[in-house]
């Protein structure tokens, strides 16, 4: 019987020492057998993929590896992450940085800025950042881009965040809401902002044409601070200044900066939009492609639905929103102005670009205080006649008991169009969302389903249901081709030496469930999400990880 123990005794003393002495898991995680697209838009192979410290250490036939986690994916297509190249997450990620509504949908990186971004922020700017960081519950306790970086990454998120530096911040940051062009001086003020934004660490200059105080800007005056983002290394991303009568013009403009200042452009959520105006975009991709022929490196992103959103207050005349809130309510409670604003939208649009008529295309998505919650996901059409008024007076009326905090959902883009642009190779994808969650703040009204379900869709519908896109060139226009825009050369790709990206996912049960009516429902069909090399997303749970960096462009200099 002491034999028999002491042999006992000396087996197991054997298995831990040969535990002991034995290897390390060779990988931190281990993704095996999937049908991997590695994101050039070359054809799928089955491979595994292994990751050591956030990045890629191997691809192919890794039948002996071993590693601290394995995720079996017989079945499912393993692609890079997709960065969403035009996203509004500014602030919702400092309320949640958890990302739930990008993070199910497999995106990694959120591309921000548009006109308005982190930094600078000081007068009008400063106020505009404040208030709208109060809404969310949330103290702006920066002031320049890198200050919001720095914020952003003590908080912790769970995605890779990037930003242009906006104009609109940049001008507001010195002009305030002045309808004049800047003096020399304060010419010199602006470029100094863009050139402290792109130390640290902007992607670029972007802007929004169509919006105040961007809309006061001349070609010129963007020219010069273009060609600031350039001497860094920058892009020019633009909201142009027409997508309606005059968009074939405002591609023009797009296309002079660019040219004249050196550097790339890249053209927000490409589209034609009012059904006045549809037709219009053949002769839109023929004048970029006219651009990229003569050598102009110009792209564009799209996102795949046929409504916009907006603040309700884009309905009334340009002049009438000048000024900021304040001005917009002042004019409304003024009975001679408010009699002026109804006459001319009444008229038909003629050189009025941004004048909307088709009141049964607006549903409001999104109120400030309790009092109207019940008209939010009705159209302005419905709501005018429950309060017996004519529309635009239900516009008025609903603008001054919001204090002009009153979203909408915009029917106007035509969806045959829509393809013609999502068909073109230049074509990236940018969900023109945000963050958020389908519970707390980040959970109210009724916000356009492209937050929740924007890449799940193309995949689904333009990729599996419709064969409008092969599936490798879908998953390009999500990762690669949005990474080399942005100059970003270690990501987008599923190659040895890539920081680790990924997405897990069964193209067959693939829903991005999120619609009008019910817009915060998380897709389906989305496995696993890895960011630099963690997993994020597990089984369709959020693991609470918050691995995401900072991507810094390509002008950024280090703190010292």
Known sequence: MRQDLLALAAIVGGVLALAQNAPP????????????????????????VAVAKGKIAAVGNLRGASARRVIEAPGRYLVP???????????????????????RQG????????????????????????????????????????????????????????????????????????????????????????????????MGLSDSLIEFPDRYATTGEILELARVAAAHGGIYATHMRSERRHLLTAIDEAIEIGSSAGLPVEIFHFKVSGRPN??????????????????????????????????????????????GTPAVLARLRDPALKAKIQAEMAQAPSGGDDLFRDYQ??????????????????????????????????????????????GIVNFVINDDEMRQALRQPWMSVGSDGSALAARGILAEGKPHPRSYGTFPRVLKVHVRDEGLLPLEEAIRKMTSAPARRLGIKDRGEIREGMWADLVVLDLNTLDDRADFDLPQQYPTGIDCVAVNGEVVLERGSHTGRRPGRVLYGPGFSRPR
């Open 361 to 406: 295309a607006v549903m409001i998505s999104r109120v400030r205080g309790e009092k109207n919650q019940a008209v939010v996901g009705k159209r302005v059409t419905e709501i005018a006649r429950e309060r017996g008024l004519d529309p635009k007076d239900a516009i008025f009326q609903l603008i001054l008991e919001e204090e002009s905090d009153i």
């Open 278 to 323: 549809w037709g219009q975009m053949p002769a839109a991709i023929r004048k970029v492609e006219g651009a990229r022929a003569r050598g102009l490196d110009i792209t564009a992103n799209i996102y795949p639905y046929t409504a916009s959103t907006d603040p309700l207050e884009v309905l009334l005349p340009p002049w009438a929103r000048e000024g």
């Open 25 to 48: 898991a060779a990988y931190d995680l281990l993704i095996r057998g999937a049908r991997v697209i590695d994101g050039t838009g070359n054809p799928w192979r089955h491979a595994d």
């Open 107 to 202: 995106v990694t990186t959120e591309v921000l800025g548009e006109s308005t971004s982190g930094g600078p922020a000081y007068k009008t700017a400063r106020e505009a950042l404040e208030r709208r960081a109060g809404q969310l519950g949330l103290k702006a306790d920066w002031t320049t881009l890198g200050e919001y970086f720095q914020r952003l990454t003590r908080q912790g998120v769970a995605v890779n965040v990037a930003s242009y530096v906006g104009l609109g911040s940049v001008r507001g940051s010195v002009l305030g809401l002045a309808e004049r062009h800047p003096t020399p001086g304060e010419t010199e003020e602006m470029k100094s902002l863009v050139t402290q934004a792109m130390r640290d660490g902007a």
């Open 81 to 103: 992450g997709f960065i969403d190249m035009h996203s509004h997450s500014d602030l919702t990620l400092l309320v949640d940085g958890n990302a739930e509504s990008k993070i």
